[in-house]
């Protein structure tokens, strides 16, 4: 697409040129910014809406699983500027920084966690969003982020962000053009991420059906008695974890010990952290996440390793199949035995009690076997969409920032043309 006639130096070093008719202005000349209560309301089981920065994603406001707060707290917090106008922006300002979406329906007050961008008679709701959405805007708010545990943004931070602003007419044709442009990469994205999904649930469902059914499905049945897993073939037999695996928590190694490289790695709660210069374990493991998010994540070890306290090593008491029992452990969902707190962790002695469906060990073969073909498989696949949606969402931060900086001249764009 043709570029702009005439350019001019914006006045700003790290932004360089910009359409010589557009200028170069702070978000706080364009737009009123407030952001939302700083006093968390009680939450009631019905009432009005008062919704968070979790309730804005998918560049859309989502009612559906919102809070409730009486009456009498919501007119409150009317009053106090907590409910945003119609056509005004909300943009995160923590955690999830950067997110953004229009009202189009204003029956809700918003919590301090979003910043309430009103914009004025200089700028669109609709190019305001996209300018949140470009490159030049997010790099800006990543800049500015602070916080440790929870990140975050100031209004002060985001009154100051530059954003470019060309004449209101112009304004509505780029809005326009990236309404349609967009709209087809999001369309693709939404196809491509629901395969991932339904790739993922496939996954889950044969993992699920190989280790508690087995791969003869004309082997007579019998009920295993616990309910999750419901029946298991007739020969196969229900014992506790400890009488097949011994857990016990991998060693305190400081992250001073841990290197880049070197000879044997270091697996903690989510996989290889790094390398050791000697190890304390040896053999096929199957290693179970102890602490935090990471609770109940499955990785499996082999050869010469380390593995640190975040992690729990399962060593053998008989002989078993690796990727089976792996398998097995993975989609019993062990992050529900972990114990709540400040930093949860997983109750070991809990799972030693649970019982597992155990089949000869030919056969644990024969499942490990399979399963670790067709998981490399669906793996690859979907690591492969993985990829392309990564791409895909980087070329839609570029088309959005070339059109909202002025890279590319849409003066002349009709609605329904046909763009490369």
């Given at each position: ?24 202005l ?47 707290d ?12 119609v ?14 979406a ?23 709701s ?33 009154c ?28 693709i ?29 004309n ?21 506790r ?118 089949p ?25 969409l993985?990829?392309?949606i ?31």
């Amino acid at each position: 697409m043709k570029q702009y006639e005439a350019y001019k130096d914006s006045g700003i070093q790290w932004l360089g040129e910009i359409p010589s008719h557009w200028a170069a202005l702070k978000l706080k000349h364009v737009c009123a910014i407030t952001d939302g209560t700083h006093f968390s309301p009680a939450t009631k089981s019905e009432g009005r809406i008062y919704i968070t920065v979790s309730n804005v994603y998918d560049n859309k406001i989502h009612l559906e699983n919102a809070l409730r707060i009486s009456e009498e707290d919501f007119q409150n917090l009317v009053r106090q500027g907590c409910q945003p106008k119609v056509g005004d922006v909300l943009l995160a300002k923590d955690g999830t920084v950067g997110r953004s979406a229009i009202v189009v329906d204003n029956d809700f007050v918003a919590l301090s966690s979003l910043g309430i961008l009103s914009p004025g008679k200089q700028i669109t709701s609709s190019y305001l969003k996209y300018c949140l959405d470009s490159l030049f805007l997010q790099e800006q708010m990543n800049a500015a982020m602070a916080g440790s545990a929870l990140r975050r943004i100031t209004i002060s931070k985001i009154c100051e962000f530059i954003g470019l602003l060309p004449p209101l007419a112009e304004q509505e044709v780029i809005a326009a053009y990236l309404d349609q442009k967009v709209g087809k990469i999001d369309a693709i994205l939404s196809e491509k991420e629901a395969m991932v999904e339904q790739l993922q649930q496939y996954r889950k469902s044969l993992i699920s059906e190989t280790v508690t059914r087995g791969l003869d499905p004309n082997v007579p049945m019998k009920d295993s008695g616990i309910d999750w897993i419901g029946q298991i073939p007739q020969h196969w037999s229900m014992v506790r974890l400890k009488y097949v695996s011994s857990l016990q928590s991998g060693s305190n190694l400081t992250s001073e010990q841990i290197e880049g490289t070197g000879e044997y790695p270091v697996f903690g709660g989510n996989g290889l952290r790094g390398y050791y210069h000697e190890y304390n374990t040896e053999g096929d493991r199957v290693l179970i996440g102890r602490q935090g998010a990471l609770c109940g994540n499955i990785n499996f070890a082999s050869g010469k390793f380390w593995a640190t306290e975040h992690a729990v090593v399962c060593h053998p008491i008989k002989q078993y199949n690796v990727i089976w029992l792996g398998s097995l452990l993975e989609i019993m969902n062990l992050n529900q035995y972990s114990i709540a707190s400040a930093q949860p962790g997983l109750s070991v002695d809990r799972i030693k009690q649970l019982e597992i469906p155990l089949p000869p060990f030919e056969e644990q073969e024969k499942i490990g076997s399979l399963i670790e073909k067709k998981d490399s498989e669906l793996k690859q696949t979907i690591s492969e969409l993985q990829s392309q949606i990564e791409d895909l969402k980087a070329y839609k931060s570029s088309v959005i920032t070339e059109a909202v900086t002025g890279k590319v001249d849409l003066r002349d764009w009709k609605l329904g043309e046909v763009t490369a």
